[in-house]
């Protein structure tokens, strides 16, 4: 039985953000009934193109859902939708997105006769606020939340990857929301209503530079294909055969690089230490390890790189995934079926190993019922318990939070977020890498690592702790954490549990209910398992920049490390399946997450092509396969820039006459696509050559005006002062220790027109040592006492200095 299969969703308007949430649901066995109208969604008609006309991007985010057919012009419509409604446990609306002909229904209404309904709509930009109205497309939005601006070459404009993005991302945020909301009935919670601005939720990949730009102020600036503010070197780099993603963080890692391409005298200048030193020089360190490394081929020195950890991959062509025999065992590639075509998409990345995801799928024709063997057995019900309703929905769960950086922290703290009790286990000797990587005495005596914004604004909500797990007293404690625990999440190297004597197989059997996921690079069973990896490595080796950029140019990265928030967004859906399944049986269970494996969808499309046709995929620039025009112009002023989009054939002759052509919004010929795209470049000129002589966010509201599809490209500081953003109340301000007030990123999902409020500060290390070890492990004053004398907790970290100096005490 899928672990979801007693559950049933309702998916009613067009939007890939509900479609994707939907079928996320359906991956692990709901019933998930796709309302569409006569003509079928409008997705189903979206580029790219199979040979036999079917929507590669629609089977992507469709399959193994039903469909039904509700078309408002027929008698009795209304009432066969509401009921339809009434019998699900899980209501997603795409409508204010696009209401694809659905019928208006009154939600409340329905809630009022059914409260335990879970309510999730979403929307462009959320209510109330000035971008509410806003026509958006994925690239006018991801503009908007800083994701463009900062990609491409120095003097433009901004590269941006195609399309298929921005509705992954508020996916995951609408599963987030439903699925606790799941758990929260289960506790004896009524229904919930969410919504969910798909703008907000792409905000996730922006905080970390957001929280950087407030610290550090008007800093970071496009800089070059491939290079990214504030470490050096993270890029894709040519060798003999194949390109190479490369990302040195460490300064060992810089060390090893360096040793390895035979770079002693870069090695040891001590002004290189540090990435951001290194990026000053970014030229001059280019042209002598480019050379080297293309003395060999990319696979080859990724072997190298393994044996030196350095976090090197080779970046695949979509070809080389489809042959890569791992990424099918593994469930990362599946089979689907539409239409007489069969291909092959992205699966499940939630890899459960008790009650895996569906291995493969069928897209529903338009009104076809599908039947699986796991079908739904009667309706979900809440506990017979009563709580209270204000409660937030993951109140009582304990979470223990042993991972690092952005993904692991990022995964905890939305659980924290919503409620949950998340402990942050860190050690004087090895603490969150996030807080800095230096430990020269200067950096550690002025406790600069108290300072991190970043680190902050990944750690809210939690408590902290510290605890040397590598001596027996500190893992003895941690052990007795984690048997009261109900999750714990680690991003450690593959192995690293299991050499503390903390792998499941130990774990299980000291808390049977106990939730583990690994978030790893490549997967615990794969033969890159031991495969250093940060992410931007994950980007690197997703396939992604191998669709990204100019037909004539390198693959192109679209962020410094756009696989961390998605590995975290996708590894906090996971633990919410497996915690469903738990409550309801009492298994816990251990889930291994390939972080590579989760940027494999915004490639979905052209896996499926490339399965099918064998054909390599076309790259469009910031040009687009189904809009015409559909680019990023210059502005007035310097490196001032907007993407605009023309949907339809309406709005492309609402932008004609704007900008002062009427003859191109007249001109039959110009009427279709095809028509546009053989002058595109006529038609590129004749808008930048309008937009040249106007300001930026002026464009904006008069491309808005008229109902066409604008963003103005932002920077990352540009969003701490966004007239919307402020508007809704996104930015809170949080006093914490060490840096007083600062900004925090509120979550895109919300139960009412406020954000979730942040309830805490992140904590400073080992902060709470006191409170958990007493509270919760009912040590004695004196017993604590003795732990802070012997290292094993502490509120200070130890210098390079002062740890090579520490006795390691031998093992049990």
Request: contains cysteine; glycine residues 10%.
């Amino acid at each position: 039985m899928g672990v979801l299969s007693h559950l049933r969703i309702v998916e009613i308007g067009s939007s890939a953000a509900t479609s994707y949430c939907a079928r996320l649901f359906a991956d692990f066995g709901a019933d998930v009934q796709k309302v569409e109208p006569q003509a079928g969604d409008p997705l189903r008609r979206s580029d790219p193109l199979t040979p036999g006309g079917q929507s590669a991007w629609f089977a992507f985010l469709n399959f193994n859902k039903s469909s039904v057919i509700i078309d408002a012009t027929e008698p009795g419509t209304l009432a066969r939708l509401t009921t339809l409604i009434e019998s699900c446990d899980i209501l997603i609306d795409g409508r204010a997105v696009d209401s694809a002909e659905c019928p208006t229904v009154d939600i409340a209404a329905i809630q009022q006769r059914c409260p335990q309904l879970v309510y999730l709509e979403a929307s462009w930009f959320g209510s109330g606020g000035p971008y509410t109205e806003f026509v958006a497309t994925d690239s006018t939005v991801r503009a908007l939340a800083g994701l463009i601006k900062l990609v491409g070459p120095v003097e433009g404009p901004p590269l941006h990857a195609p399309d298929f993005q921005t509705g992954i991302l508020a996916g995951l945020w609408g599963f987030v929301a439903a699925a606790t909301s799941t758990i929260a009935r289960m506790q004896g919670g009524a229904g919930r209503s969410w919504s969910l601005s798909i703008f907000e939720s792409n905000l996730a990949l922006s905080e970390y530079l957001m929280s950087e730009a407030s610290a550090r102020g008007d800093v970071m600036h496009r800089i070059g294909i491939n290079r990214f503010w504030r470490t050096f070197p993270s890029g894709i780099y040519e060798t003999r055969k194949g390109w190479l993603g490369v990302t040195t963080v460490t300064p060992a890692q810089w060390r090893e690089f360096c040793d390895m391409l035979s770079l002693s005298e870069l090695r040891d200048d001590p002004a290189l230490v540090l990435g951001a030193d290194r990026l000053e020089r970014a030229d001059q360190i280019e042209r002598q390890f480019m050379s080297k490394l293309m003395t060999r081929t990319a696979q080859e020195w990724f072997a190298e790189g393994l044996k030196r950890k350095i976090p090197i991959v080779p970046v695949p062509e979509i070809s080389d995934l489809l042959h890569e025999t791992e990424k099918t065992v593994r469930g990362a590639i599946v089979p689907v079926q539409f239409g007489e075509e069969v291909g092959l998409t992205a699966g499940s990345v939630q890899r459960l190993t008790l009650t895996p995801p569906r291995r493969a799928g069928k897209v529903p024709k338009p009104g076809e019922q599908q039947t699986f063997a796991n079908a739904r057995t009667g309706t979900a019900s809440a506990s017979s318990g009563c709580i209270d309703g204000a409660r937030s929905p993951l109140h009582g769960i304990r979470v223990i939070d042993l991972s690092m950086g952005w993904a692991g922290p990022l995964c905890t703290r939305t659980l924290a977020d919503l409620g949950a009790d998340v402990i942050k286990v860190e050690a004087i000797q090895y603490p969150d890498w996030w807080r800095g990587v230096d430990r020269r005495p200067a950096y550690v005596d002025a406790q600069i690592y108290e300072k991190t914004l970043c680190f902050c604004i990944m750690n809210r909500n939690k408590r902290g702790i510290t605890l040397d797990l590598k001596r027996p007293q500190g893992l003895n404690l941690a052990r007795r954490l984690l048997a009261e625990a109900d999750i714990v999440v680690d991003n450690y190297s593959v192995d690293v549990m299991s050499k503390l004597g903390l792998g499941y197989d130990v774990l299980r059997k000291l808390n049977p209910r106990l939730v583990m996921m690994s978030m790893s690079a490549f997967g615990a069973d794969s033969i890159h398992r031991d495969c250093r990896a940060y992410g931007s490595t994950l980007e690197q080796g997703s396939g992604l920049p191998s669709v990204t950029g100019n037909p004539d140019g390198p693959p192109v990265m679209s962020h410094v490390a756009f696989g961390d928030a998605v590995g975290g967004l996708n590894g906090c859906a996971a633990v919410l399946v497996a915690l469903i399944h738990a409550r309801r049986t009492g298994q816990g269970q251990f889930i291994d997450l390939a972080q590579v494996e989760c940027m494999m969808p915004f490639s979905a499309p052209w896996i499926t092509l490339h399965s099918i046709d064998g054909l390599p995929p076309r790259r469009y620039g910031n040009r687009h396969p189904q809009f015409v025009p559909h680019g990023c112009f210059r502005c007035a002023g310097e490196d001032n820039w907007i993407v605009v989009a023309a949907t339809d054939e309406d709005m492309w002759q609402r932008l004609a006459i704007l900008i002062g052509r009427p003859d191109w919004a007249t001109d039959a010929s110009l009427k279709s696509v095809e028509g546009r795209r053989g002058i595109e470049d006529v038609i590129e000129r004749g808008i930048e050559a309008w937009t040249l002589a106007r300001d930026a966010d002026h464009v904006m509201v008069q491309l808005q005006s008229a109902r066409i599809a604008a963003g103005v490209a932002r920077l990352p500081i540009d969003l701490l002062w966004d007239r919307h953003l402020r508007s809704r109340g996104f930015l809170q301000e949080i006093e914490r220790a060490f840096i007083g007030l600062h900004p925090q990123p509120s979550m895109p999902i919300r139960e009412g027109a406020a954000p979730y409020a942040i309830r805490a500060a992140a904590p400073t290390l080992g902060e709470h040592n006191r409170e958990i070890l007493s509270g919760i492990l009912g040590l004695l004053e004196a017993e604590i006492a003795q732990l802070a004398r012997e290292g094993i907790i502490g509120t200070k970290m130890l210098s390079e200095g002062e740890l090579a100096k520490v006795k390691r005490v031998p093992s049990d």
